[in-house]
């Protein structure tokens, strides 16, 4: 019996370039559960917030249509009219539920792709149609969730309903000798406790769904090793990449540590804390004065710290400091344009060296 390969098996984390290439063709984690709890909450808020005034204003359009269709109706233009009038009436007392339905839609569903919008996903995809791959996504572990989550959402409404009217059932029974206007506005508060038994429950079916959907989805993109092995060469092979590695690589090794800088630079130029800029200068080797090392924040504090160990001269000129750490690179000399203000500073130094020696 040949071996298995498990060199094929998908153990791998997915690396970011898989991540980011799967969230540009829209594939991302997203539970249909969280967005239908959230449209039937948000249904549930709107008929509290808007019902009263959603039920007056329809029955107060009924009123009307029934009212005008007793009338004497000479043709099918008058007729036309005033159903058309009522159905308009009846839409726009809908609309701001819809608006309440559509915004809180585009939230959840934005909410849990963290802002994408992609049309990728609506492209139609031809091999979804073939029946062996649809028998195959039947039998999956994913089909055999989504039965159980059907079956546990018909089980969790029956068992509501059941116990639920079992608790209520007087009061069901004397809404049958009541007047049916009092058994109506009273029947009201129970529906909607009904509702939040079920939504709650719901709810957290939905939190269920969700974390097994993030975790199906990391599972759909995880990787073998030979595809992180092939991605990884990818990148290595990539001359933008390598110049880049090169580049930095040149610039390391012409860069010299941070202490020996210090220590052979004439002077520290800072801003006072934010900058620090060691120069060097001598006018029998240097055509101009040369940036040993430069740094901003905990860098500059740290040149500061070499320079009061090693005693090197520090000198606090904002302007220069901030244009030198701007425009000079370590290793280089430093522009044209600041010659007279770091001849100043360094005939500044040269002249208190001289003091110091006589």
Known sequence: MAEKDTSQDKTEEPTEKKLKKAREEGNVSLSKEVSSISLLFASLGG?????????????????????????????????????????????????????????????????QTRGLFSL???APKFNKLNPISGIKKIISIKGLVELLKSVFKLTIVTLIVFFFITSQINYFVSYVTNDIKFSVQDIGPHLIEFIVYILLALFILSIADAIFQRYQYKKDLKMTKQEVKDEFKEMEGDPRLKAERRQFGLKLRRRPRLDHAVLSADVIVTNPTHFAVCLIYNPEVHSAPIVLAKGQRLRALKIKELAAHYGTPVVENKPVARALFATAEEGEHIPSELFKAVAEILAFIFEQKKKLAS
Request: no cysteine; glycine share 6%.
């Open 120 to 122: 990728k996903q609506m």
């Open 47 to 111: 008929m509290i917030g808007l019902g009263n005034n959603l039920a007056k204003g329809i029955v107060e359009e009924f009123q009307y249509f029934f009212k005008n269709s007793s009338l004497v109706i000479t043709n099918i233009d008058q007729a036309d009219l005033i159903f058309k009038s009522s159905i308009s009436g009846v839409f726009q007392l809908l609309i701001p539920f819809f608006i309440v339905l559509m915004v809180t839609a585009l939230i959840i569903n934005l909410s």
